[in-house]
Protein backbone atom coordinates (compact mmCIF):
# COMPACT_ATOMS: atom_id res chain seq x y z
CA UNK A 1 0.00 0.00 0.00
CA UNK A 2 2.78 2.10 0.64
CA UNK A 3 4.26 1.80 -2.23
CA UNK A 4 1.12 2.42 -4.42
CA UNK A 5 0.86 5.77 -2.72
CA UNK A 6 4.50 6.92 -2.94
CA UNK A 7 3.87 6.18 -6.70
CA UNK A 8 0.74 8.08 -6.98
CA UNK A 9 2.62 11.16 -5.03
CA UNK A 10 5.47 10.57 -7.53
CA UNK A 11 2.72 11.22 -10.55
CA UNK A 12 1.25 14.09 -8.72
CA UNK A 13 5.11 15.39 -8.38
CA UNK A 14 5.71 15.02 -12.34
CA UNK A 15 1.75 16.76 -12.95
CA UNK A 16 2.97 19.65 -10.84
CA UNK A 17 6.13 20.55 -12.98
CA UNK A 18 4.27 20.91 -16.28
CA UNK A 19 6.35 20.81 -19.15
CA UNK A 20 9.77 20.94 -16.43
CA UNK A 21 11.41 23.15 -14.94
CA UNK A 22 13.35 24.81 -17.34
CA UNK A 23 10.03 26.07 -19.48
CA UNK A 24 8.47 27.09 -15.87
CA UNK A 25 11.71 29.31 -15.63
CA UNK A 26 11.57 30.20 -18.68
CA UNK A 27 7.70 31.50 -18.18
CA UNK A 28 8.96 33.08 -15.02
CA UNK A 29 11.88 35.21 -16.83
CA UNK A 30 9.26 36.68 -19.26
CA UNK A 31 7.39 38.02 -15.44
CA UNK A 32 4.58 35.15 -16.44
CA UNK A 33 3.13 32.92 -13.33
CA UNK A 34 2.65 29.15 -14.15
CA UNK A 35 -0.73 27.94 -14.64
CA UNK A 36 -1.21 26.34 -11.36
CA UNK A 37 0.31 29.63 -9.52
CA UNK A 38 -2.45 31.40 -11.28
CA UNK A 39 -4.73 29.39 -9.86
CA UNK A 40 -3.82 28.99 -5.93
CA UNK A 41 -3.41 33.06 -6.02
CA UNK A 42 -6.92 33.34 -7.28
CA UNK A 43 -8.39 30.77 -4.96
CA UNK A 44 -9.31 30.58 -1.17
CA UNK A 45 -6.05 28.90 0.69
CA UNK A 46 -6.62 25.22 1.12
CA UNK A 47 -10.17 25.15 -1.41
CA UNK A 48 -7.81 24.08 -4.95
CA UNK A 49 -10.01 20.91 -5.80
CA UNK A 50 -8.17 19.50 -9.04
CA UNK A 51 -9.84 17.43 -11.85
CA UNK A 52 -8.29 14.87 -14.36
CA UNK A 53 -4.69 15.69 -12.87
CA UNK A 54 -3.38 12.46 -15.12
CA UNK A 55 -4.86 13.07 -18.59
CA UNK A 56 -2.54 12.87 -21.76
CA UNK A 57 -3.10 13.26 -25.22
CA UNK A 58 -3.91 10.51 -27.74
CA UNK A 59 -2.28 11.56 -30.91
CA UNK A 60 0.59 9.03 -32.01
CA UNK A 61 1.39 10.93 -35.38
CA UNK A 62 4.37 13.38 -35.60
CA UNK A 63 6.04 11.47 -32.89
CA UNK A 64 3.75 12.61 -30.32
CA UNK A 65 3.28 9.79 -28.85
CA UNK A 66 6.45 9.69 -27.52
CA UNK A 67 5.73 13.11 -25.89
CA UNK A 68 3.26 13.14 -23.12
CA UNK A 69 2.69 15.75 -20.51
CA UNK A 70 0.33 14.28 -17.35
CA UNK A 71 -2.56 17.27 -17.44
CA UNK A 72 -2.46 17.50 -21.16
CA UNK A 73 -1.59 21.62 -21.14
CA UNK A 74 -4.72 22.58 -19.10
CA UNK A 75 -5.19 22.73 -14.96
CA UNK A 76 -8.97 22.54 -14.35
CA UNK A 77 -10.35 22.69 -10.82
CA UNK A 78 -13.34 23.74 -8.58
CA UNK A 79 -12.44 25.84 -5.40
CA UNK A 80 -13.87 29.04 -3.56
CA UNK A 81 -13.07 32.95 -4.11
CA UNK A 82 -14.02 34.73 -1.05
CA UNK A 83 -16.01 31.09 0.17
CA UNK A 84 -18.22 31.56 -3.08
CA UNK A 85 -17.76 28.23 -5.62
CA UNK A 86 -15.89 28.58 -8.51
CA UNK A 87 -14.70 26.18 -11.63
CA UNK A 88 -11.78 27.46 -13.02
CA UNK A 89 -9.36 26.02 -16.11
CA UNK A 90 -5.68 27.74 -16.75
CA UNK A 91 -3.78 26.71 -19.69
CA UNK A 92 -0.50 25.67 -19.17
CA UNK A 93 1.97 27.63 -21.87
CA UNK A 94 5.27 25.53 -20.53
CA UNK A 95 3.38 22.49 -22.26
CA UNK A 96 2.71 22.56 -25.97
CA UNK A 97 2.76 26.66 -25.59
CA UNK A 98 -0.68 25.64 -24.00
CA UNK A 99 -1.62 24.68 -27.72
CA UNK A 100 -5.54 22.86 -27.60
CA UNK A 101 -6.31 19.29 -28.00
CA UNK A 102 -9.08 16.95 -28.06
CA UNK A 103 -8.35 15.80 -24.49
CA UNK A 104 -7.46 19.30 -23.42
CA UNK A 105 -10.56 20.44 -24.66
CA UNK A 106 -13.21 17.77 -23.20
CA UNK A 107 -11.20 18.50 -19.77
CA UNK A 108 -12.57 22.42 -20.43
CA UNK A 109 -15.84 21.38 -21.02
CA UNK A 110 -16.14 18.88 -18.20
CA UNK A 111 -15.63 21.91 -16.06
CA UNK A 112 -17.72 24.25 -17.69
CA UNK A 113 -20.36 21.53 -17.74
CA UNK A 114 -19.94 20.88 -13.57
CA UNK A 115 -19.84 24.73 -13.37
CA UNK A 116 -23.25 25.00 -14.91
CA UNK A 117 -24.89 22.25 -13.13
CA UNK A 118 -23.81 23.60 -9.62
CA UNK A 119 -24.47 27.25 -10.90
CA UNK A 120 -21.40 28.51 -10.04
CA UNK A 121 -19.00 31.16 -12.29
CA UNK A 122 -16.81 29.50 -14.71
CA UNK A 123 -13.11 31.44 -15.04
CA UNK A 124 -10.49 30.75 -17.60
CA UNK A 125 -7.35 31.75 -16.99
CA UNK A 126 -6.14 31.60 -20.99
CA UNK A 127 -2.32 31.44 -21.94
CA UNK A 128 -2.30 29.30 -25.15
CA UNK A 129 -1.05 29.43 -29.14
CA UNK A 130 -3.97 28.19 -30.49
CA UNK A 131 -5.20 24.71 -31.53
CA UNK A 132 -2.48 22.34 -31.82
CA UNK A 133 -1.58 21.72 -34.82
CA UNK A 134 -0.18 17.84 -34.69
CA UNK A 135 -3.85 16.92 -33.88
CA UNK A 136 -5.72 18.65 -36.74
CA UNK A 137 -9.36 18.40 -37.31
CA UNK A 138 -9.53 16.85 -33.75
CA UNK A 139 -8.14 20.01 -32.32
CA UNK A 140 -10.54 22.16 -34.14
CA UNK A 141 -13.36 20.24 -33.20
CA UNK A 142 -12.63 20.32 -29.79
CA UNK A 143 -12.91 24.01 -30.04
CA UNK A 144 -16.11 24.14 -31.74
CA UNK A 145 -17.31 21.87 -28.44
CA UNK A 146 -15.43 24.43 -26.21
CA UNK A 147 -17.48 27.65 -28.41
CA UNK A 148 -21.01 25.23 -27.62
CA UNK A 149 -20.46 25.12 -24.17
CA UNK A 150 -19.93 29.18 -24.34
CA UNK A 151 -23.24 29.62 -26.17
CA UNK A 152 -25.23 27.11 -23.69
CA UNK A 153 -23.08 28.99 -20.55
CA UNK A 154 -24.38 32.15 -21.82
CA UNK A 155 -26.71 33.92 -19.26
CA UNK A 156 -26.38 30.58 -17.27
CA UNK A 157 -24.02 31.29 -14.89
CA UNK A 158 -20.81 34.31 -15.21
CA UNK A 159 -18.53 33.56 -17.69
CA UNK A 160 -14.92 35.40 -17.06
CA UNK A 161 -11.77 35.50 -18.94
CA UNK A 162 -8.24 36.50 -18.00
CA UNK A 163 -5.96 36.61 -20.98
CA UNK A 164 -2.38 35.71 -19.70
CA UNK A 165 -0.38 35.43 -22.21
CA UNK A 166 -0.03 35.44 -26.22
CA UNK A 167 -3.44 34.40 -27.51
CA UNK A 168 -4.32 33.52 -31.30
CA UNK A 169 -6.87 32.11 -33.22
CA UNK A 170 -9.57 29.90 -31.17
CA UNK A 171 -7.74 30.69 -28.53
CA UNK A 172 -9.80 34.25 -28.31
CA UNK A 173 -12.67 33.33 -30.16
CA UNK A 174 -13.84 31.97 -26.71
CA UNK A 175 -12.83 34.56 -24.63
CA UNK A 176 -14.57 36.97 -26.92
CA UNK A 177 -17.61 35.13 -26.38
CA UNK A 178 -17.60 35.19 -22.72
CA UNK A 179 -19.20 38.34 -20.60
CA UNK A 180 -16.00 39.70 -18.97
CA UNK A 181 -12.59 39.82 -20.08
CA UNK A 182 -9.21 40.81 -18.80
CA UNK A 183 -5.63 41.53 -20.01
CA UNK A 184 -2.17 41.79 -18.62
CA UNK A 185 -0.21 44.74 -19.93
CA UNK A 186 2.90 44.12 -21.98
CA UNK A 187 2.40 40.04 -21.68
CA UNK A 188 -0.91 39.33 -22.99
CA UNK A 189 -2.40 39.55 -26.69
CA UNK A 190 -5.60 38.92 -28.39
CA UNK A 191 -5.71 38.39 -32.32
CA UNK A 192 -7.39 36.10 -34.88
CA UNK A 193 -3.51 35.56 -36.42
CA UNK A 194 0.09 37.03 -35.45
CA UNK A 195 1.91 39.80 -36.96
CA UNK A 196 3.74 37.49 -39.36
CA UNK A 197 0.51 36.73 -41.03
CA UNK A 198 -1.36 39.59 -41.10
CA UNK A 199 2.79 40.67 -43.05
CA UNK A 200 2.70 37.79 -45.37
CA UNK A 201 -0.84 38.28 -46.37
CA UNK A 202 -1.39 42.38 -46.34
CA UNK A 203 2.03 43.00 -46.33
CA UNK A 204 1.36 45.67 -43.58
CA UNK A 205 4.02 45.28 -40.84
CA UNK A 206 2.23 45.82 -37.27
CA UNK A 207 3.88 44.69 -33.34
CA UNK A 208 1.73 42.29 -31.61
CA UNK A 209 1.08 45.42 -29.34
CA UNK A 210 -0.09 47.33 -32.00
CA UNK A 211 -2.56 44.52 -33.48
CA UNK A 212 -4.24 42.44 -29.80
CA UNK A 213 -2.41 44.15 -26.67
CA UNK A 214 -4.03 45.30 -23.83
CA UNK A 215 -4.15 48.76 -25.05
CA UNK A 216 -5.48 48.36 -28.47
CA UNK A 217 -8.00 45.78 -26.76
CA UNK A 218 -9.40 48.33 -23.66
CA UNK A 219 -8.95 51.76 -25.79
CA UNK A 220 -9.94 51.01 -28.95
CA UNK A 221 -11.43 47.90 -29.76
CA UNK A 222 -13.42 47.83 -26.61
CA UNK A 223 -13.07 43.81 -26.45
CA UNK A 224 -11.48 44.17 -23.33
CA UNK A 225 -12.67 45.12 -19.67
CA UNK A 226 -9.56 46.23 -18.10
CA UNK A 227 -5.94 45.45 -18.21
CA UNK A 228 -3.64 45.22 -15.21
CA UNK A 229 0.36 45.08 -14.79
CA UNK A 230 1.53 41.61 -13.47
CA UNK A 231 -0.24 38.54 -13.36
CA UNK A 232 -0.86 39.10 -9.52
CA UNK A 233 -2.00 42.35 -9.84
CA UNK A 234 -5.07 40.86 -12.35
CA UNK A 235 -5.99 37.74 -10.42
CA UNK A 236 -6.20 39.45 -7.06
CA UNK A 237 -8.65 42.62 -9.07
CA UNK A 238 -10.72 39.15 -10.24
CA UNK A 239 -11.04 37.79 -6.54
CA UNK A 240 -12.44 41.67 -5.98
CA UNK A 241 -14.49 41.70 -8.84
CA UNK A 242 -16.25 38.07 -8.42
CA UNK A 243 -17.67 39.64 -5.21
CA UNK A 244 -19.66 41.97 -7.38
CA UNK A 245 -21.70 38.73 -9.15
CA UNK A 246 -24.66 36.75 -8.38
CA UNK A 247 -23.38 32.94 -8.54
CA UNK A 248 -26.03 31.75 -11.66
CA UNK A 249 -28.89 33.30 -13.01
CA UNK A 250 -31.41 32.39 -10.41
CA UNK A 251 -29.32 34.00 -7.66
CA UNK A 252 -29.32 37.98 -6.45
CA UNK A 253 -26.38 39.78 -7.04
CA UNK A 254 -24.50 39.56 -3.05
CA UNK A 255 -25.36 41.48 -0.24
CA UNK A 256 -22.32 42.74 1.14
CA UNK A 257 -22.02 44.16 5.02
CA UNK A 258 -21.60 47.91 4.59
CA UNK A 259 -20.55 50.81 7.30
CA UNK A 260 -21.88 53.78 5.62
CA UNK A 261 -24.29 55.87 7.71
CA UNK A 262 -27.90 55.01 5.96
CA UNK A 263 -28.69 59.20 6.51
CA UNK A 264 -25.47 60.41 5.91
CA UNK A 265 -25.74 63.50 3.70
CA UNK A 266 -23.10 64.83 0.92
CA UNK A 267 -23.61 68.95 0.41
CA UNK A 268 -20.81 68.83 -2.21
CA UNK A 269 -23.57 67.10 -4.41
CA UNK A 270 -24.97 70.56 -4.82
CA UNK A 271 -22.27 72.13 -6.42
CA UNK A 272 -21.14 68.86 -8.57
CA UNK A 273 -23.06 69.84 -11.53
CA UNK A 274 -22.48 73.32 -13.09
CA UNK A 275 -24.92 75.80 -13.65
CA UNK A 276 -23.87 75.92 -17.08
CA UNK A 277 -25.08 72.67 -18.75
CA UNK A 278 -22.28 73.27 -21.73
CA UNK A 279 -19.38 72.83 -18.66
CA UNK A 280 -18.43 69.11 -17.99
CA UNK A 281 -17.71 67.49 -14.74
CA UNK A 282 -16.90 64.32 -13.50
CA UNK A 283 -19.23 61.51 -13.29
CA UNK A 284 -16.98 59.32 -11.06
CA UNK A 285 -16.75 62.20 -8.10
CA UNK A 286 -20.46 61.25 -7.98
CA UNK A 287 -20.24 57.78 -7.85
CA UNK A 288 -17.23 57.75 -5.42
CA UNK A 289 -19.32 59.89 -2.98
CA UNK A 290 -22.81 57.93 -3.17
CA UNK A 291 -21.24 54.50 -3.40
CA UNK A 292 -21.15 52.44 -0.20
CA UNK A 293 -17.88 53.51 1.55
CA UNK A 294 -16.54 54.76 -2.24
CA UNK A 295 -16.26 51.43 -3.33
CA UNK A 296 -16.88 50.82 -7.29
CA UNK A 297 -15.46 48.33 -9.81
CA UNK A 298 -15.10 50.48 -13.07
CA UNK A 299 -16.08 48.33 -16.27
CA UNK A 300 -13.81 49.36 -19.26
CA UNK A 301 -11.93 52.87 -18.08
CA UNK A 302 -10.09 53.47 -21.06
Known sequence: MTDVLQELEARREQARLGGGQKRID????KGKLTARERIEILLDEGSFEEYD????????????????FPGDGVVTAWGTVNGRMIYVYSQDFTVFGGSLSETHAKKIIKVM???????????????????????????????????????????????????????????????AMTDFIFMVRDSSYMFVTGPDVVKTVTNEIVSAEELGGAKTHTSKSSVADDAFDND????????????????????K???QPFFDAVERQDLSLDTLIPDNPNKPYDIKKLIYKIADEGDFFEIQPD
Request: net charge negative; with cysteine; glycine share 12%.
Open 26 to 29: AQHA
Open 53 to 68: MFVAHRCTEFGMDEVK
Open 113 to 175: EMAMKNGAPIIGINDSGGARIQEGVASLGGYADVFQMNTLASGVVPQISMIMGPCAGGAVYSP
Open 232 to 251: VEALSALRRFIDFLPLNNRE
Open 253 to 255: PPV
